[in-house]
């Protein structure tokens, strides 16, 4: 064999390299993650689970009960029944807390939300929600 002809056998014995995995839903920047993906989703799994359509919305601004900054999904159901999953940064891996409130009352207290999970997916967030809210009998025929 020649030398010429080594680098066209090394690339014949080369292994196809792997088609690149897309990435991850929460590996896209938290600001896009929020709004585009995590917001749709829960609104599909609270329908799904027989829930109202609720409002849901996407902000920074004054945590519940605490007053300090926070962004936070803020959700209203149909019958007034508010939820706040806040998040202490722009991350979904950041610290995370819930509030809730009856129709016509304010939040008076801060749960902690999801503190010993080690990796954080879209799918853990939004089931771990909505099983919350329906703890609180808030969805589906309770």
Known sequence: ??????????????KPAKPAKPPAPEDKPFAEFVPNLLIPALAKEIEAYGGPNCELSFEQGPMPVVGSSCWQVKGTLPSGRRFWL???????????????????SEPSLLESFLIDEKKMTQALLVSRLVQRLNGQKWLGAN
């Open 1 to 14: 064999m020649t030398d010429s002809a080594q680098p066209a056998a090394k690339a014949a014995d080369a």
């Open 86 to 104: 806040c998040f202490t940064s722009d991350s979904i891996s950041s610290a995370k807390t819930i509030a809730l409130a009856e129709s016509g």
